[in-house]
């Protein structure tokens, strides 16, 4: 989670180099696990 909080903190603050290939994926990952949790409530 921590991983994801400096990705945000990234974005939000404008980053001019953007996010990385392996960022992408980091949130994506992170996305996936909260659609699938989100099937157990």
Not at 19 to 34: C, H, K, V
């Amino acid at each position: 989670m921590d991983k994801i909080r400096l990705i945000r903190n990234d974005i939000m603050h404008f980053d001019a180099e953007g996010i990385s290939q392996e960022q992408r994926d980091d949130l994506n990952n992170m996305a996936n696990f909260l659609t699938e949790l989100i099937k157990f409530n």
